[in-house]
C-alpha cells in the first residue's frame, strides 16, 4: 500500500508542473492586457502603458516571468492581485471555504440520492420508477444552470417564501469568521437562529449546483449495477440461495462502487465549473465569482495562481478517489 | 416536506419578529452590485468602489451638491481664487471629528496636514505611501492630469491650504470634488506605518464621512454604522449594509422579497413590471452618459464632414432607442447629455431623411461605399447592445447604398485597436461623466489633444476651433461665459459630425415603497445619508 501511495505521489510533480505552464500560459493567451482594461474607454498613452507595465513586471521575455512565477511559488508567495492588491493566497482562503461548504453539501446531496436512485433502477429495470427517473436525470444533465437556479430562486423564494433568495446568512447576524464554513460558525457564535438562517441559505444553491452531479451519478450507478448484476458470481450467489438484499448490498453494489466512486471524484471538476454560475446567481462568496472576475479583468496573478490552486485541490481528491480504489479493489493496489 | 415548509415558516416568523425588535436600530440594506476593489479611494477606479468607499466613509474639500454636478462646500469651507485663476486657497472646516477603530484614536480634528497629506501620497513618488501597497497605482489623479496642474500644495496654517497651478483651469474645483481626492487622516497614516500596518489604510478606512466602516467580508457583506459626530446633516439610518449582489435579475428578487430596500442597475426588460408592482417605487433620471459612432474623420471619403453629415441621416436613431434602449433613453443630438450645464437645446438635430442622405452622398460622389461598423462585446449604461445597434445601422446604411460590415474584437483590444490610426472603420463607444464638467466630455473625447497617442477621441477628429474654444473655456472660470463658450462648441461639433450621436440613457433605481429621501445622482453614484425608512 505504501509503495501505491508513493507512486501516486511521484506522479503528481510532473502533473502539477504541467499545470502551471498551463495556468501561466491560459491567461496570457486571452487577447487584452490588464493595463488596457484598467483604462477602459478614456485610453490610456503609451508612456503610461509602458510604465505601468514594467511596474507590473509585463514588460519582461514571458519564459523569465514564468520562472520568477515558479521561484516564487515554492517560496509559497503566490503574488499579489491587481485588482485589489492584496495577496491571492489570503484571498483564497478567505473565499475557499465557501466554495467547499457548498461543494460539499451538494456532493453528498447528489450521492445520497443519486445511488440508491441508480441502485433501485437497476433492479426495477423497465419499471416506471426506472424510466421516470432516467429520464428525469436526462433532464438534470442538460439543465442550464443559471436558468435553472433563478427558476428556483423566483419560485422558492418569490412565489412560496420559503427559502431565502441570496447571500450565505441572513444579516441580521453578525460574526466574524472563525473557519470561514457559515454552518460551523453559526454554530459556535451562540447566536439565536443564526444556524438553521445559514441551512436555509444552503437549500437552494446546493441543489442547484447537485443537479448535473446527482444525473450522472444515477445514471452511471444503474449502468454499472446492470452489469455487475449479470456477472456469474451475482448468479452463483442466487444460486447459493443467497437472500436478494445481501446478493446487491454485498456483491453487486460493492463491485459496481468503483466505477461510482471513479464518477464522483471526476464530479469535483464539475462541480468546480457548476460553482462559477451558482455562485454568481446566489451572490455566494466564493472562489468560482472570484476567478471569473479575475479573468474578465486578466487579472494574471490571481488567475494564474488561483488555477493552480484549485488544480491542486482537484489533484488532490482525485489522489484520494484514487486511494479508496485501492481499498475496495486490492487488485488495483497491486498493479 | 409538510415539517419542512412548516420549519421554513419557523425560520421566516423568527426572522420577522427579530426584524421587528431591529426597527428600532433601522438598518437600510442596499443590494450593490460589485465588490469594493478596496476602501481607500484614490488607486481605484470604479463606481462601485467609489460607493462602498469615498461616499460613505469620507468627504472631499469641495463636494457634489446632491442630486446634481455643482459644486458645494466640503472640508473646505470656502475658498479664494487668484485674479489670474492659477491659485486656489482654502479655508479649512474647523472641528471635523475623524472616525475611531479598534486600532486607532484620533488625537486632533480633521486639518490641512491631512490635506496635504492625502494629495502628496498620490503626486510624490518619493512619499512614503506613494506604494504603501505594492503595484498600487493612482490612475485617477493621473487621468485627470494633475500632476501637470497641480505646481505645489502649500499650508498656509492649519486650517488655510493654497494650490498653485500650472495654467488656469475652470474644471479644478469639480476634479477635486471626486473620490480620488477623498481626504485621509494624517494621523491614521502615521499609527499604521508606525505599527507596520500599512495596508489597513485600504483595509480598515477611517474617514470624515457620514458613515463609519465597521466590517467587510469579501464578495459578500459590507457594513457601516451611521457617524453621531458627523460634522454635516447625520444620516437618519442606523446601520447601513451592502449586500453584494452581482446578477440584476437577483437583485430584483432580493428587493420583491424584503432582503433589501434600494437596488442599482435593473435589467431594461424588467422596468415594466418593476413599475406594475405596488410594494416598488422606481425613481429615473436621464444619465450623464452619450452612446456615440465615431467615425474616423482622417480616412477618406469620412474626412468630408458632408459625407459624415449624410450617412448621419441615413440613420434611423429613434428605432435604435426603441429597439436597443427599449425606449429607455433620450436621442442624443449633441455630445454632452441634457443634464449638464452648457447644453445647447437650440440645436436642431440631423434628420432622418434617407433619401436626401443619398442625394448628398452622390453630390459629393461618394458612390458604392463600402465601410465597417464596429460593434463593442460588452453591456454598457450607455450601450446596452452594441450589436443590434449596429445591425439596425446596417440596415439603414444599405437603403443608401451604403454597404456596411459589422467587427468586433474582445473588450480589451477593442479598446486599444479603436484607437490605431488609420483604423478602419466607425466604432460604436460612449462615456460617462466623472465629474459633471463639459471639458469632462468635450476635451476628453473630441479635442485635437486627445486625437494622438493614448487619448480617447477615437474620432480622431482635430478642429483647431473647437478646440481653441474648449481651451478658452478652461481658462474662463465664470460659469456664465464658459457657458457660452461651449453653445458655441456644440454648434460646431453639429456642423461637422465627427460622430453620430445615438442617445444617452435613463438610469432607473427600484427601492422599496418604505424608503424616502434617497436622491438619484447624475454622476451615478449610490449616497444613503439621506436616506429614511418608514416603520
New interface residues.
Partial sequence: MVRFILSKLLFLIPTFLGITIIAFGFVRI????PV??????????????AE?SA??GFDRPLVMQYFEFLGRLFHGDLG?S?????PVLG?FL??FPATVELGLFAIVLATLIGVPVGVFAAIKRGSWFDQVSMTAALVGFSMPIFWWG?LL??FF??IL????????I???Y?F??STGFMLIDSLTSGQ??AF??AV?HLILPSVVLATIPLAVIARQTRSAMLEVMGEDYVRTARAKGMPQRRVIGVHALRNAMIPVVTTIGLQIGVLMAGAILTE????W??IG??MI?SISR?DYPVVQSGLLLIAGMVMLVNLLVDLTYGLINPRIRAS | MKYF?R???A??A??LM??AA?AEAK?F?YCSEA?P??FDPA?Y?AGGTFDASAHPIYNRLTEFKKGTTEVEPGLAESWDVSEDGTEYTFHLREGVKWHSNEAFTPSRDFNADDVIFSFERQSDADNPWHQY?????Y?YY??MAMPSLVKSIEKIDDYTVKFTLNQPEAPFLANIAMAFASIVSKEYADTLEAAGRQ?DL?NMPIGTGPFTFL?Y?????I?YRKNPDYWGTAPKIDDL?F?????S??RL??L??G?CHLMPYPAPADIESIRADDSLTLDEQPGLNVGYLAYNTTVAPFDNPKVRKALNMAINKEAIVQAVFQGAAEPAKNPIPPTMWSYNDAIQDDPYDPEASKAMLEEEGVTDLSMKIWAMPVQRPYMPNARRTAELMQEDLSKVGVNAEIVS?????Y??KS?EPGRDGAVL???TGDNGDPDNFLS?LLSCDSAG????NRAFWCNEEFSQLLQDAKVTSDQAERTAIYEQAQEVFKDQAPWFTIAHSTQYVPMSNKVSGFVMSPLGDFTFETVDLAE
Fill in positions: 486571452l487577447p487584452g492586457d488596457l482594461l484598467m483604462a477602459g474607454e478614456r485610453g490610456v498613452s503609451p508612456e503610461r502603458h505601468l511596474q507590473l499579489n491587481l485588482v485589489t492588491k492584496k484571498e478567505t473565499l433563478l430562486i423566483i423564494s418569490g417564501g420559503w427559502t431565502p433568495v441570496s447571500g450565505r441572513s444579516l441580521m453578525y466574524p469568521d439565536k437562529g438553521t438562517s436555509s454568481t446567481i446566489f451572490s462568496p466564493g465569482k472570484w472576475d486578466r | 415548509s420549519s421554513l415558516i425560520v421566516s423568527v426572522a427579530s426584524a431591529a438598518t440594506v465588490s476593489e478596496g488607486p477606479t501597497i505594492p503595484g498600487v497605482t490612475e493621473t487621468s495596508e485600504n466590517a467580508q469579501k464578495d459578500a457583506v457594513r449594509i449586500a453584494i449582489t452581482p446578477d435579475a437577483v428578487q432580493k420583491k422579497a432582503e474584437y474582445e473588450w480589451g483590444e479598446l486599444s484607437m463607444l460612449g462615456w476628453v497617442d493614448g487619448g480617447a
